[in-house]
């Protein structure tokens, strides 16, 4: 058993994380000064999870989230995709081994991954709307989301959901409250089988790692870690049977990273256009200053005026 | 449960058949990972479905709804041809060598004495052959053609892995993979754990599916062991305290049992409850039965009951039938016999089968009184809610009462998990509204009514006259004072025989054990098993230090379990017969030379020698039953029957229709689809899910968020054969009522081949109805047969025939 | 013989001294300005959102939130506006040989010698392509930004489809900054061009320096206004 995060004292407790711990902040410079705290990390062993969504619940109770009740929508993943309410999903796949033969129900809790290299965070316009703290926690400040879904196009896991009431884009901070004052997320507290763990990254690779050895003795060879490079690795790690293939998972990539076309818009248009724009209107400047204005001589008027007396009077009468 | 929740981490296999551990005990699921995760331990499902629990599990094995005793005999039958017995615990601990009477015999699914017009046995010749002194006959050679083990072994011997998979549809190299596995933890160092709930007992034969597990764990050695067991997976959080408690209408609380009309007085009563010993040096347990019946009559009725009126015998009512179970109660509603009916905490409308039936019996009472927390179907029977509840309030005549109760967080008390722990739990919240405890409603009844038998007298007031209510608020008694009650107390000094100076023990105080209880008079307990729950010490069950000596899981100091905090029982049975812990890995008790010892409360008296006293204390014999004798109504050992509707007739007995004994009122029979009926000819069967909680959650937003609406699940097979498409609607009907649900096609649900023919399963979670914040919907039991366990009488919710078409949905 | 493609609804020659021009309606002028307006908004609002150093400028629209509530709202309007504005100028914008000639003697442009380049229409290469990059880019930024349009229409296309449009946007709104610079300039540089879209009308000698071609067909189309009198 992983020692589970003991209960907070009753006695108030001052955050552990705060505005100096901020390494990123969105639309803006780095900060200069940060506290750099070990980075914390969720490990979610799909192999250890029994669906049964109790994550999911404490998630919506935790964060005073209001979901809907939808529809029977032909699986058990309710509701069907993540929503600015439902900051994690049970997604089920029923996935037949071709090796083996034998179905795998294959129960995969999404959520936010908290990349250590943010595509969200990279995207987003509005200053410090989204941050990253030193221990890797991606978090979004709704106060400063204007909702533009940038983040949306910036995630490479499609994790953010904006809602149609405030306007304002949502997806797991992983309990930054709760982390805060030494507690795991509301979703590890809740989880009965230890299918989530929490605690430093390094010790969740190394729990990891006595996870992988116990399904590779079970048979599952390609058994892994999944802690995807391309976005730097994240916060937010899985344990998989069959790490080789993690879009079997309900379509977890299989090598996430940022878009390229969101690393060209954010990247070299953001500063190129800008360049563009602003040489355009200095060739201007220049070219004024170099040739003067463009005038009209009192010749051009007086042969506007001799044109306009002739034709108007013979012409007309022609 | 033999062991505990905590205990299941020290197996080498869990077997999860009859239950959904990981989807319907995602809490207590837990030690079942960490066996895993720890130990390497694996993790067998057998199941119609593929369930949450086998999404997590090594090894998964299909089989049909209903066949799960063929599978088990099956198992008995590999574990006696390949000798995967462990002999030394089976000899020394059970009734292997028990020679049977003469004139026990089995044939064509019937054993000795049946009575086709009863539906009966007379069972007298289920028994030992018992020798000139007093005792049965026992052969240790296992050579007498009678003795246990070669009845078994001939019993079983039919059950070969080609039949089983052409009654179970187990494919025949799965069914051996399975059996293989249990085999291998026929080894004393090697435990398995059984882990089963309603998957099993809602059968007509749902006694006889565990017995036949139970059979099993002592041939593997696995009873009373770490890591072993039968462990029954408790649904709702205090229904083990319900039986504890005896909240069934032939039980007094402790397992004692209410008198019948063949006993009318209290020597008659004792005449069948002396417990003899039926081998030498046994304990016997139940030699106590007087101790604990007559501190119950104390409890109960204090000063009125005296030696000289037999304890208040007379008091107690005495039963003309087996039971008033449930089912017989709809059915004397139905017939108009029973006039008013309380339902405290309980929504009968759906949770018994045949709600057409159901609704017909309430809407003939006079009056129903619900106490619920919440709003139930039952309390809104007589509403038209369209398709889903076509009842006519015009012509229903039946006044509802209904009173508000505070729920499980909004009041102190203790529930009792599945192992048996009492666990003291305090209020979190306060009631809304004008919700009240269950104790003050009750208690406002009781105080009105033994006003009016005062006033008025009638045909015997005494026992509602003369009732013990020493409570502080006679208006409101306490948790804690109920529970006092319930552990006992000393009536009056008891002083040492040898010594009539020492007071042994002292009016007015708590007992600290069942042990001290007397029938003299001088002891009440309320539940004598509860005994040691709330001592002089004060209330053992709000214990909360979790710590454990070497990690074994027993956790002795946390909360309390029944019987005296004894965390694994029939423990004695860890150690071979010389008291050797059978596996020094996994020790729980040991005889040190002198007396027992060890990490669990020894289930043995503490000096009793290990080569004399047997483990099963409760048992006359001291060792436990692989032939129960005459215990059973539908057999000494498990036959395969089908279920009442079944999709195929029974290929061992094709005569039989059923359980043979099952009882079956008559207006039901007529409403059973014919065996391998057409016009019903798929395998349903009903299930919960882990968003709910029965009938209570869909009331919860969240949980209705997380399974909002009622669905119905079936194989892609039967979804081509009936053109249904994934999350379409469908019509789902059986002979007594129909459904609409949406169709879950699922690769996770195979047709099986049962002798040759594919046969079809559909799946039925139940947790939907007319009230809540979830999607209106049906709940099963529209469906669901009306028969119960031959016998308990626990419906038969997991087998029965429906037929399934494409539908455009309701129309309301 | 049919009318000159660029001679459009009220434009006219009124004698005097100077010759006065009347180069755009009342309701040429009330479009364009709408246009101007939006365009002008939805650079600002654009560039708040485009780059981190000017989001500053979401202060002008009433903060981030409201910027982006407006920001594709204003883009309609500009859609509408500027459809508007197509329907009255493009036939006078179609393509001639001169505006080719025109074109190789960009230099001559430039350098403000008007007198090498051939006589022109109503609008001369440069206009032309300002109206025909406007009319392109502006297809290009309503279509991107209909798809990035987060509020309502966020569900009909993919997020890869998506990240997409908001490349092409940004290219798209650069490239429209671009032109509308060069348009804005060339207003300027070009003295007693503004008071075109201002009081809607050029002086002669304007309207012989840069569209003599243009003026001519005026003159001899007999289009005088009705303020002036016949030739005293």
Same mark, same amino acid.
Not at chain 2, 256 to 266: G, Q, V
Not at chain 2, 783 to 807: M, R, Y
């Given at each position: ?278 040489? !355009?209107?200095? !060739? ?35 | ?138 052969? %240790? ?75 099993? &764990? ?87 009951? $005296? ?94 009462? &209904? ?19 009492? &666990? ?45 209510? %020493? ?89 309390? !379990? ?56 409760? %048992? ?29 007739? %029974? ?67 039967? !979804? ?25 096609? $699922? ?36 469906? $669901? ?28 | ?232």
């Amino acid at each position: 058993m992983f020692p589970p995060i003991p209960n907070p004292t009753t006695a108030p407790v001052a955050p552990k994380m705060s505005d100096a711990d901020l390494v990123r902040r969105s639309a803006s410079g780095s900060p200069s000064q940060v506290e750099f705290k070990e980075p914390v990390a969720k490990l979610i062993d799909v192999s250890k999870c029994i669906g049964c969504k109790a994550c999911q619940s404490a998630c919506l109770e935790w964060n005073e989230l209001h979901e809907e009740i939808g529809t029977f929508n032909g699986t058990y993943t309710n509701p069907p995709d993540l929503t600015p309410a439902s900051l994690t999903l049970m997604r089920f796949t029923e996935w037949v081994n071709p090796e083996t033969d034998n179905l795998e129900w294959l129960i995969r809790k999404d959520g936010c991954m908290h990349c250590a290299d943010p595509g969200c965070l990279k995207a987003c316009p509005a200053p410090g709307a989204i941050v990253q703290y030193s221990n890797g926690i991606v978090d979004f400040d709704h106060a400063k989301c204007i909702g533009c879904g940038y983040c949306v196009k910036g995630c490479p896991f499609n994790i953010p959901r904006i809602s149609q009431v405030d306007h304002k884009a949502y997806k797991c901070t992983l309990c930054s409250d709760r982390v805060a004052v030494g507690q795991g997320p509301a979703c590890q507290k809740a989880c009965p089988t230890q299918a989530i763990v929490f605690g430093t990254k390094t010790q969740m690779k190394e729990w990891a790692e006595g996870r992988i050895k116990d399904l590779k003795s079970r048979g599952y060879k390609n058994a892994g870690l999944y802690d995807p490079p391309g976005v730097g690795g994240t916060h937010v790690m899985y344990v998989l049977q069959h790490a080789d293939k993690p879009s079997i998972y309900a379509g977890l990539p299989d090598n996430p990273r940022i878009s390229p076309i969101v690393e060209a818009w954010k990247g070299v248009t953001k500063y190129v256009g800008l360049g563009v724009m602003g040489f !355009a209107a200095l !060739a201007g400047a220049l070219h004024y200053l170099v040739n003067g204005a463009n005038k009209v001589s009192p010749e051009d008027e007086a042969n506007a005026e001799k044109l306009a007396a002739d034709k108007l009077s013979s012409g007309g009468r022609s | 449960m033999t062991n505990s929740w905590t205990d299941i981490k020290n197996t080498d296999l869990v077997i999860i058949m009859g239950g959904n551990a990981a989807e319907a005990h995602p809490c207590g699921f837990k030690w079942v990972t960490e066996a895993k995760a720890t130990r390497g331990a694996k993790l067998v499902v057998v199941d119609p479905r593929f369930t949450r629990s086998a999404a997590v599990a090594d090894y998964y094995a299909p089989i049909r709804q209903g066949t799960d005793i063929a599978f088990l005999l099956g198992v008995i039958n590999y574990l006696i041809q390949n000798d995967k017995i462990q002999w030394d615990y089976v000899k020394a601990f059970t009734n292997v060598g028990y020679i049977v009477k003469e004139g026990f015999g089995y044939q064509d699914g019937l054993f000795t004495g049946y009575d086709e017009m009863k539906r009966d046995y007379n069972r007298s010749t289920w028994d030992y052959e018992i020798g000139p002194d007093g005792y049965a006959v026992v052969d %240790n050679t296992l050579q007498h053609p009678r003795c246990v083990f070669n009845l078994l072994k001939q019993h079983v011997s039919v059950y070969t892995p080609e039949l089983v998979e052409r009654i179970t549809g187990t494919p025949k190299d799965k069914f051996l993979k399975v059996a293989s596995m249990m085999a291998e933890c026929s080894s004393p160092t090697k435990t398995m754990t059984s882990m089963y709930a309603l998957g099993w007992t809602q059968h007509s034969k749902g006694s006889q599916n565990i017995r036949c597990m139970a059979m099993i &764990q002592l041939l593997l050695g696995n009873i009373g062991v770490r890591g072993g067991g039968m462990n029954a997976l408790r649904g709702h959080s205090n229904i083990q305290g319900l039986t504890d408690i005896g909240l069934m209408s032939n039980l007094i609380p402790g397992y004692l049992t209410i008198p019948t009309e063949k006993e009318p007085d209290f020597n008659a009563y004792m005449s069948t409850r002396g417990f003899k010993p039926l081998r030498p040096n046994q304990m016997s347990y139940w030699q106590n039965y007087k101790k604990f019946f007559v501190s119950f009559q104390k409890a109960m009725w204090g000063a009125s009951a $005296t030696a000289d009126n037999n304890w208040a015998y007379d008091y107690l009512p005495k039963l003309d039938v087996p039971a008033y179970d449930v089912l017989r109660a709809f059915e004397l509603m139905k017939q108009g016999k029973m006039n008013i009916y309380f339902c405290q905490g309980f929504n009968p409308l759906q949770a018994f089968p045949n709600k057409a039936k159901l609704a017909e019996a309430l809407a003939k009472l006079k009056l129903l009184v619900i106490m619920d927390p919440l709003e139930t179907e039952t309390a809104r029977f007589w509403e038209n809610h369209g398709v889903y509840n076509q009842a006519d309030p015009s012509k229903i005549q039946t006044e509802v009462i &209904q009173l508000p109760t505070t729920c499980f967080a909004e009041d102190n008390g203790s529930l009792v998990n599945s192992g048996r722990w009492l &666990q003291w739990h305090w209020a979190a919240g306060t009631p809304p509204g004008d919700a009240k405890p269950d104790t003050y409603i009750m208690a406002q009844i009781h105080l009105r009514l033994k006003e009016m038998y005062k006033k008025d007298g009638g045909a015997f007031p005494d026992p509602i006259v003369n009732l013990t209510w %020493n409570y502080k608020d006679p208006h409101e008694p306490s948790p804690d004072e109920l529970a006092k009650e319930l552990n006992g107390y000393v009536v009056s000094d008891v002083f040492d025989p040898n010594d009539p100076t020492k007071k042994v023990l002292e009016a007015g105080k708590q007992v600290p054990t069942f042990g001290v209880l007397r029938d003299d008079g001088s002891t009440a307990a309320g539940c004598w098993i509860y005994s040691g729950c709330y001592t002089e010490a004060g209330n053992m069950m709000a214990r909360r230090d979790n710590s454990d000596p070497d990690d074994t899981g027993a956790y002795l100091k946390w909360s309390f !379990a029944w019987p005296a905090n004894r965390r694994i029982i029939y423990n004695r049975a860890s150690c071979n017969i010389d008291g050797k812990p059978w596996d020094d890995t996994r020790k729980l008790i040991w005889w040190d030379g002198a007396k027992w010892t060890g990490y669990d409360v020894p289930d043995i008296a503490p000096t009793a020698k290990p080569q004399d006293v047997g483990p099963f204390i409760m %048992n006359p014999e001291g060792v436990s039953r692989l032939f129960t004798r005459g215990m059973m109504r539908d057999g000494p050992f498990p036959v395969h029957y089908e279920p009442f509707e079944s999709p195929v007739a %029974n290929l061992i007995a094709p005569k039989v229709r059923g359980n043979p004994v099952a009882r079956v009122f008559k207006d039901d029979f007529a409403q059973f689809a014919d065996v391998a009926s057409k016009e019903f000819p798929y395998a349903a069967t009903s299930y919960r899910l882990t968003e709910h909680f029965h009938y209570w959650t869909k009331n919860n937003h969240v949980n209705s968020v997380l399974q909002p609406e009622f669905f119905v699940e079936i194989s892609e097979q039967l !979804a081509k054969e009936k053109s249904i498409q994934n999350a379409g609607w469908v019509r789902v009907w059986s002979k007594r009522g129909s459904v609409f649900a949406k169709a879950y096609v $699922t690769k996770r649900i195979r047709p099986l081949m049962v002798d040759g023919k594919p046969v079809h399963i559909v799946g039925i979670p139940i947790h939907w109805g007319f009230v809540g914040a979830a999607k209106k919907g049906f709940p099963a039991n529209v469906l $669901t047969p009306f028969v119960g366990d031959a016998n308990i009488e626990t419906p038969e919710f997991k087998a029965f025939l429906v037929n399934i078409e494409p539908s455009t949905g309701p129309v309301a | 013989m049919s009318a000159p493609y660029d001679l459009e609804k009220g434009d006219a020659v009124h004698p005097g001294r100077p010759v006065q021009v009347d180069r755009y309606t009342v309701g040429a002028r009330i479009n364009h300005w709408i246009t101007a307006i939006s365009l002008i908004l939805l650079a600002i609002s654009g560039l708040a959102l485009f780059h981190p150093s000017l989001y500053f400028l979401t202060g002008l629209f009433g903060g981030g939130q409201m910027t982006r509530t407006i920001h594709p709202w204003i883009g309609v309007v500009l859609f509408f506006s500027f459809a508007g504005m197509f329907l009255r100028f493009w036939k006078a914008n179609l393509w001639k040989s001169e505006d080719g000639t025109w074109m190789r003697r960009i230099r001559d442009v430039i350098a403000g010698h008007e007198e090498k380049l051939p006589e022109l229409g109503k609008y001369n290469a440069g206009q032309k392509m300002v109206f025909w990059g406007m009319s392109l880019l502006i297809m290009v930024l309503i279509t991107s930004g209909v798809v990035i349009w987060q509020a309502y229409f966020a569900s009909y296309t993919t997020i890869e489809q998506q990240r997409i449009a908001l490349l092409v946007h940004a290219l798209a709104a650069v490239a429209i900054i671009c032109v509308w610079i060069v348009h804005v300039y060339a207003a300027i540089w070009v003295k007693g061009t503004i008071s075109a879209m201002t009081k809607g009308q050029v002086t002669g000698g304007w309207a012989w320096r840069h569209h003599r071609k243009w003026f001519r067909e005026l003159v001899s189309s007999r289009k005088s206004g009705t303020r002036g009198t016949p030739a005293e």
